[in-house]
């Protein structure tokens, strides 16, 4: 089935420091894919997706780049910000699965002024 | 193991009746639950945060007379789609947070309904 593997966290960076988290994904088919974030004490918020190969998703300074050869969508972003504090959330959609979200874990990123 | 259970998987309705979906949580009180509504190939939406022995919080553009969201207990939350229409035929799916504000979500395995 599919199934969605993203870093571990928790990650503590200074401010204006670069950002990575790792997804990588397995899907029986060609799926969509997102990140999401959750604030403090908040649901979910769609980030960025994407919905083929090589397409990239960007909001808000994160990107994130469909690669089907290495089946990743990292999350980067160039300075993170005290305000970027919160868990992020790789997911992905599949319509062999019907099309029902599938959620990795959940990294949770702390950025220090 | 799972943290949260959400019933039932998949529900086939027809027209003009009620469907009750629930979220509980598994070893642990939930203070909020969180329902999402999933179309196909699109991302989540939230719909409503669900407030332990409170009114529900809507987003702006959900009906809360047509989604009705009871959090009756702290490990479990229900949503019921009254007066069912085909075009409510979706995803939903529910989350909870467990422990800090700051902690991961956790999620239900999400229920698809269909309405005919």
């Known amino acids: 089935g599919d199934s969605v593997t993203q870093m571990e966290g928790p990650v503590t960076l200074s401010e204006e420091a670069f950002l990575t988290i790792n997804c990588t994904y397995t899907a029986t088919g060609y799926p969509s894919l997102f990140w999401y974030v959750q604030y403090p004490g908040e649901g979910l918020q769609l980030l960025l997706k994407a919905t083929k190969a090589d397409d990239k998703g960007s909001n808000k300074g994160f990107e994130a780049t469909y690669r089907k050869e290495t089946t990743s969508f990292h999350l980067e972003k160039g300075s993170v910000q005290v305000s970027d504090s919160a868990v992020y959330f790789c997911?992905?959609?599949?319509?062999?699965?019907?099309?029902?979200?599938?959620f990795g874990t959940g990294t949770r990123l702390a950025v220090r002024p | 193991g799972a943290v949260v259970s959400q019933h039932p998987s998949w529900v086939i309705c027809k027209s003009g009746t009620s469907v009750k979906i629930e979220c509980r949580s598994l070893d642990f009180q939930a203070t909020t639950m969180f329902w999402y509504r999933q179309f196909p190939k699109q991302s989540l939406m939230l719909m409503a945060t669900?407030?332990?022995?409170?009114?529900?919080?809507?987003e702006q553009g959900v009906e809360k007379d047509k989604f009705l969201i009871n959090h009756a207990s702290l490990t479990l939350s229900t949503l019921t789609v009254t007066s069912a229409h085909p075009e409510d035929s979706s995803f939903y799916i529910c989350?909870?947070?467990?422990?800090?504000?700051?902690?991961?979500?956790?999620f239900g395995n999400g229920t698809r309904l269909t309405v005919t």
């Open positions: 989350s909870v947070l467990r422990g800090a504000a700051n902690s991961p979500l956790h």
């Open positions: 669900s407030n332990e022995g409170s009114k529900a919080t809507y």
């Open positions: 997911a992905l959609s599949d319509k062999s699965s019907g099309d029902k979200l599938t």
